[in-house]
């Protein structure tokens, strides 16, 4: 919840007793200024049952640099959602270390040892709290995610915790599935922040996928057994195990990446805090298996899942020998096309921001028309399909229905038949599924594979991509479709400090940004944008083609700004000899351009001489804006009726699937420095989408 009008008051208050008190003494501004009303920690010390929660919080220190307590933390300015566990939680929590055999037996003077005790007081302290300061956001029980989302704020930890809500009572619902709030004393009001009592210690796993999956592999209860031993024999367990980059961690803690002061900011830029590897597996649950192979889970073998793989024709042209670790062999094609090298939590399998007709200002809001994310798996690249909709029932993979896609259109789904419906990721509290601090497991009941009615459909549809969709970094680090208005992320250009391994920045003169339009009212597809600045030149390494054939790619361009600069593009599968494609692009050239050189007219109720319009704008290289998106919240506009918003067609070539295909960037204005590149999104599209004389491209 939004407290920023009653924190000026009380910061003009602090203000004047500066001004008043420096009069006399010496003031330490590192210092944080302590209300007189009542804080978080005012009312934690004021209520016996969380006399233990206090006590603990006063010894523990807000990190390893300072000498802060938690405790004094929480009697500062802030915005902080407090999870507070009772004496009674505590106790709960330490019997269950007691059972598991880390203390021999339920108290604080059984631990072996100060270090050890001092781990768990910070997992009980520091990820009972989320520190909303930065954002302004603390959260009220109304204000909580859904059913197995994520806070869009990390724990004083470093964590992320969800919520769970049980049908048979709406109104009850616990931190990560196993900490109830309490009915009775929740939403309580500090004047920095909330505070909900909970009934057990918010415990997030500190489990990699890779530990994770071993241990699965001899647990019959988990339901993922089968697919774990067959991700173990394809030897994944030690990459599955990466939690983050301990060299970036390093630099960044070093001084290594200063911030960035921008001149159209009046703040400065801050670098990514942290560089995390994520992964997200879909995994058959073991019922599927012993349902499909007629066995027993505990006597399922990889060479059973193999045989089933190859009986349903799925990689004709695998290798089929004992090898399972070479990306050839059809088990490891068959596991990876589950995995994803990137951690997506529930709320972002599907991201809802600016399409058609949906308002993300509206906590409750429904999927309206389609969503789509189009992800390359690990092992050798394909494509994954993640799709919500209205009709779809909640995200499915790989779904592919028929639209209403014409000019008048809703572009609803308009029918899909059985063997394009795709496979539900069931996300309620039934879902089983399992949250770890590198990766997200969601179990399915149906099996995926990339078979040639996958490649088919994916190969006869245009593929839009948010310029972020790319860095599977964005993602793992929370830069994606971030919650934080205005927010601003800036990376280095040194090439021994580069962020993303799916991108390259050539030249040291390169200012490179990832921007969030959250609640700017940009007509940015999903909000985000690639920026750049200065001399720059960047290559991006790009998705596979999901078959062979002719494709355009377009470029999302808005010219808002008239900081827009002008750069060549190039385009290749040799990264240290891409070539030249057309004519450099300006990125000032719009349909609200003088002289309007485009052909961009404003679409009229003769649907005939609107598509002439379009087909002289693709004469000159240009396409309107798609229809799918609007600027605002839940607008009217769309960047199909915004003069603004054009699309660039900058390649048009043959593609293979087999083959990695780069684009490159460049400036060609070396003298204007403060020209900028601009990126929103790419697509790909078919000859036979683009070319069709019978189904012209639709104007979504």
């Known amino acids: 919840m939004k407290k920023r009008e009653r924190y000026l008051s009380f910061f003009y208050c602090f203000i004047l007793s500066l001004f008043i008190v420096s009069c006399t003494e010496d003031i330490d501004t590192s210092a944080r200024y302590v209300f007189t009303e009542r804080t978080i920690a005012g009312y934690l010390s004021d209520h016996a049952q969380f006399s233990e929660y206090v006590r603990l919080m006063k010894e523990q220190r807000v990190s390893d640099v300072s000498e802060t307590s938690v405790y004094q933390l ?28 880390v203390i021999p037996e339920a108290s604080w003077d059984a631990f072996p040892d100060e270090r050890a005790k001092d781990s768990i ?112 024999a394809c030897g994944l367990i030690d990459t599955l195990t990466r939690v983050r980059d301990e060299r970036y961690e390093v ?16 703040w400065p830029i801050p670098p990514p805090e942290h560089r995390k590897y994520g992964f997200t597996l879909f995994a058959e649950k073991d019922e599927f298996w012993e349902r499909t192979l007629g066995k027993d889970r505990r006597t399922i073998t990889v060479q059973d899942v193999m045989d089933w793989v190859d009986d349903q024709g799925y990689y004709p042209d695998a290798i089929k020998d004992g090898n399972f670790s070479d990306e050839k062999n059809l088990l490891n094609l068959f596991v990876t096309y589950h995995l994803l090298p990137q951690r997506i939590p529930v709320d972002k399998l599907a991201l809802h921001y600016n399409e058609r007709g949906y308002n993300y200002k509206n906590k409750n809001a429904s999927p309206v028309i389609p969503v789509w994310a189009h992800y390359v798996t690990m092992g050798k690249r394909r494509l994954l399909r993640i799709w919500e909709s209205a009709e779809s029932g909640g995200p499915c993979l790989n779904r592919f229905p028929k639209l209403n896609n014409g000019r008048h259109e809703d572009y609803h789904e308009k029918e899909c038949s059985e063997a394009n419906k795709g496979v539900k990721i069931v996300t309620d509290e039934t879902s089983g599924i399992v949250k770890l601090i590198n990766a997200i497991i969601y179990p399915i009941d149906e099996p995926i594979a990339y078979t040639e009615n996958v490649r088919n459909e994916l190969g006869k549809i245009r593929l839009r991509y948010d310029s972020w969709e790319f860095q599977p970094e964005a993602m793992n680090n929370d830069l994606r479709l971030t919650s934080k208005t205005d927010a601003c992320w800036y990376f280095s250009s040194d090439p021994d400090k580069q962020y993303f391994d799916n991108m390259t920045v050539n030249s040291k003169q390169t200012r490179f940004m990832l921007l969030s339009g959250r609640d700017q009212s940009w007509p940015n597809y999903q909000g985000d944008e690639v920026l750049a600045e200065g001399v720059y030149d960047i290559t991006f390494t790009l998705p596979p083609v999901p078959k062979f054939g002719i494709y355009e790619i377009r470029m999302g361009v808005s010219t808002y700004s008239g900081t827009r600069g002008i750069c060549q593009v190039y385009w290749g599968s040799r990264k240290d000899q891409l070539v030249a494609e057309g004519i450099p692009v300006n990125m000032q050239l719009g349909g609200n351009s003088t002289n309007n050189l485009l052909g961009w007219e404003k679409d009229t109720d003769d649907d005939d001489y609107d598509a002439e319009v379009d087909k002289k704008m693709r004469n000159n290289g240009f396409m309107k804006g798609p229809e799918y998106i609007v600027a605002s919240a839940g607008g009217r ?21 087999d083959v990695v295909y780069y684009m490159r960037f460049k400036t060609v204005q070396p003298d204007y420095t403060t020209k900028q590149l601009f990126v929103d999104y790419l697509e790909w599209c078919p000859k036979e989408v683009y070319d069709n004389p019978e189904h012209p491209e639709d104007i979504w």
Request: contains cysteine; aromatic residues 10%.
């Open 121 to 232: 007081r910070a997992v009980i302290v520091l990820n009972s709290i989320l520190d909303g300061t930065k954002q302004d956001l603390a959260f009220i029980t109304a204000e909580f995610p859904k059913t197995n989302e994520e806070f869009s704020i990390n724990t004083m930890a470093d964590r992320k915790i969800s919520v769970t809500y049980y049908k048979s009572d709406l109104d009850s619902c616990a931190i990560d599935g196993i900490c109830p709030v309490s009915k009775v004393n929740r939403d309580i009001e500090a004047i920095n922040g909330y505070i909900h009592q909970v009934g057990y210690v918010i415990n997030p796993s500190n489990e990699t996928l890779g530990s994770t999956l071993h241990k699965f592999t001899a647990d019959s209860l988990c339901n993922l057994s089968v697919m774990a031993r067959c991700v173990e």
């Open 637 to 657: 506009e769309t960047n199909r009726m915004n003069a603004g918003s054009t699309r660039r067609i900058v390649v048009r070539e043959p593609m293979s699937p």
């Open 251 to 266: 630099l960044y803690k070093t001084g290594a990446f200063p911030d960035f002061n921008w001149q159209l900011r009046s």
């Open 74 to 101: 929480m009697t500062a300015y802030g915005c902080y959602t407090c999870f507070a566990p009772t004496n009674d939680a505590i106790q709960l929590y330490l019997d269950s270390l007691a059972i598991k055999g």
